[in-house]
């Protein structure tokens, strides 16, 4: 039995470091934690918020990095509260003070706990539009209508990439065969895709249906989590109650690994999206794994380690794991505005968690629930626009409702001039992605990390890609909006000049996305 007097006192000295460890912090912005928290920041107040079970449906990193050159690190998970602008952790942190600025404080932490590793992963995300079947078909996976969606794709002046085949391709969970009713040659499929010029992926989860030939040879492998008491633990996840490899047993990730190549040997996959590597998913019942020490968030960094041996793919939830080849997307989001105008602070604090790699979800959002009672001629045509303008000068651009399908003409050659500008700033994307890769730095950076103590802390409408641009998309119904431009000479997507260290209001159309080069 557990002593009462140590969770009373442990409790009183919990509350005791929360109240007093923001007085060690002095008057500055907090950045940092998670991902999907990006929209929060800098932080002003918010509410517990656990590293070990919650991750926002995005990246978590344990690490706080300040406007003022001061970054906190931990090696676990914690929990942590913001009030009034200050960081309170649960747990005492490491804390130096690398330098005077966001940059100072970021290439400090990076450089000690997450360097680049100086690969990429597959250089056709960063240089040609992705393509996901996921709102188009939802759970309705099929060999036809995947053929028809990409051929839409050319027929309609879309250039090919990265497509995704997602969720309920494969026979079962476990199992990497397709479901044979629903693709009745996939190699062929396959081949035809490739033949259009696309890559092929396919969605995959760590569960293992119970009851499976997969399962039971699983189980008997010993690659399976355990419950306490010592059986084959099955978890509560999205798609139901299921097994799970325990992938901190090296054995099982080996044996992982030779599974999923075997499927690309089998069908032409190139590479695989890896999802369901939530923490949550880790911490629905207790669990005993190969490495008796592992957290939650051990469970998420083994998942994310198989993707090392595949140049092509995605993941939405990761623990640590900066600086290393993982394309990371942010998390599925609500057809809204408001969703659009999470993007960029969002992307801002991918990079500033090592996330080079990452890729602002689907255009027009992507979690499918918001387009269920949706009629083409219901859309807001301008937010899928504007959508598609943020991500063209991103990293990494991902359709998946099809534009084709309820975009006007005029509205659809928007969009199509979006992924040709994408594909047009291919070379200096991958100047920034190879840079990424050597130096650590964020392809897509926030205001103040640019151009720090200037006021563009809270700046959460303009980013920079890489140290050149300024992209000051329009993330509402408005056709204007304001522009603060740092000190330099700057020319914008028009070719006139203005003069830096101003707030310019200018005019924008639905047709345009605003970016200014910096010229000196």
């Known amino acids: 039995m557990v002593n009462k007097w140590y969770i009373v006192n442990r409790s009183i000295v919990l509350v005791l470091y929360l109240v007093l460890c923001p007085l060690v ?10 991902v999907g928290l990006g929209h929060e920041q800098p932080y002003t107040s918010l509410a517990s918020f656990d590293l070990n079970t919650q991750d926002a449906n995005n990246q978590l990193v344990p690490l706080f990095l300040s406007s003022e050159g001061e970054y906190m690190w931990s090696d676990k998970p914690f929990s942590f509260a913001v ?28 450089a000690k706990y997450f360097p680049a590793n100086g690969q990429l992963p597959d250089t056709l995300f960063f240089t040609r539009p992705q393509y996901n079947t996921w709102i188009e078909l939802m759970y309705n996976q099929n060999q036809e209508d995947i053929l028809k969606y990409a051929h839409a794709i050319i027929d309609n002046g879309f250039p090919p990439g990265v497509l995704m085949i997602d969720d309920n391709w494969q026979r079962y969970y476990g199992n990497f065969d397709f479901k044979a009713e629903r693709f009745p040659d996939p190699k062929g499929m396959i081949d035809e895709l490739h033949r259009l010029g696309f890559k092929v992926m396919v969605w995959i989860c760590p569960f293992v249906s119970a009851d499976s030939p997969e399962f039971r040879e699983l189980d008997s492998k010993g690659y399976l989590l355990k419950n306490p008491a010592g059986g084959t633990a099955v978890l509560n996840w999205w798609n139901g109650y299921s097994a799970c490899y325990d992938l901190t047993n090296p054995e099982a990730a080996d044996y992982f690994v030779s599974v999923l190549r075997k499927a690309q040997e089998r069908y032409g996959i190139d ?22 020490s592992a957290m939650t968030v051990d469970h998420t960094t083994s998942w994310a380690k198989i993707g ?10 990761c623990w640590k794991m900066g600086g290393q080849p993982l394309v990371q997307r942010l998390g599925d989001k609500d057809y809204s505005w408001e969703a659009v105008q999470s ?7 991918a990079g500033l968690l090592g996330y080079a790699y990452a890729c602002p979800d689907m255009i027009g959002g992507g979690q499918f629930t918001a387009f269920l009672d949706i009629k083409d001629n219901e859309f807001d045509q301008a937010l899928i626009v504007r959508s598609a303008q943020v991500h063209a000068l991103m990293p990494m651009m991902q359709f998946s409702v099809a534009p084709w399908r309820i975009l006007s003409r005029q509205n659809l050659a928007i969009v199509q001039r979006m992924a040709q500008l994408h594909a047009d700033f291919a070379p200096y994307i991958m100047t920034c992605a190879r840079q990424a890769a050597q130096t650590g730095e964020p392809i897509v950076r926030c205001m103040e990390y640019c151009f720090p103590h200037q006021g563009f802390e809270n700046c959460k409408d303009q980013f920079m890609l890489g140290d050149k641009y300024l992209v000051a998309p329009v993330v509402d119904t408005r056709l204007e909006r304001e522009v603060r431009l740092p000190k330099g000479t700057w020319r914008d997507d028009q070719g006139k000049l203005y003069k830096g260290g101003k707030t310019y209001k200018i005019k924008v159309p639905l047709a345009r996305l605003p970016y200014f080069e910096l010229v000196k």
């Open 343 to 349: 993007l960029i602070p969002q992307m801002c604090v």
């Open 25 to 34: 912090l002095s008057a500055q912005s907090w950045w940092g934690a998670s």
């Open 271 to 292: 590479g695989y999206k890896f999802d369901a590597g939530d923490n949550n998913c880790y911490a629905s019942a207790p669990l005993k794994a190969y490495d008796a």
């Open 308 to 317: 090392l041996s595949f140049p092509f793919n995605e993941y939405r939830a």
């Open 83 to 110: 009030s009034g602008g200050k960081i309170m952790p649960s747990v005492a942190m490491t804390t130096v003070k690398a330098g005077n600025t966001l940059r100072d404080a970021y290439m400090a932490a990076q």
